[in-house]
């Protein structure tokens, strides 16, 4: 069975930080270009950051570059994103996406970030 499983979230100071974790099973998570996208309440999903299959490419949007980090350790089949500096607006849902194909495109269920003091 194929599944994304999205950890590390919860509830942060302002400034502080989380590492997000991203796991895959049932596939080959090391083959497919790995996403990371946010949706905040009555937001639209937004893209975050992405990462080649062989992390020697990696994008950030404007909103995050210089704070978020995003990795992976294809031995343990997981995709990461650091995010540093943490703003009350980047509360959302988080989720992973890892894609090969139009076939091959597999979501997580989300995991909470809540950036309050």
């Known amino acids: 069975q194929v599944q994304l499983v999205e950890s590390g979230g919860g509830l942060v100071q302002p400034g502080g930080s989380l590492r997000l974790s991203c796991a895959g099973s049932g596939f080959t998570l090391s083959t497919y270009a790995t996403k990371w996208y946010r949706q905040a309440p009555g937001k639209e999903r937004e893209w975050v950051a992405s990462i080649s299959s062989t992390g020697n490419s990696k994008n950030y949007a404007d909103s995050v570059t210089g704070r978020f980090t995003i990795s992976r350790d294809n031995a343990k089949n997981t995709v990461y994103l650091q995010m540093n500096s943490l703003k009350p607006e980047d509360t959302a849902v988080y989720y992973c996406?890892?894609?090969?194909?139009?076939?091959?495109?597999?979501w997580g269920q989300g995991t909470q970030v809540t950036v309050s003091s």
């Open positions: 996406n890892a894609v090969k194909s139009q076939l091959n495109n597999y």
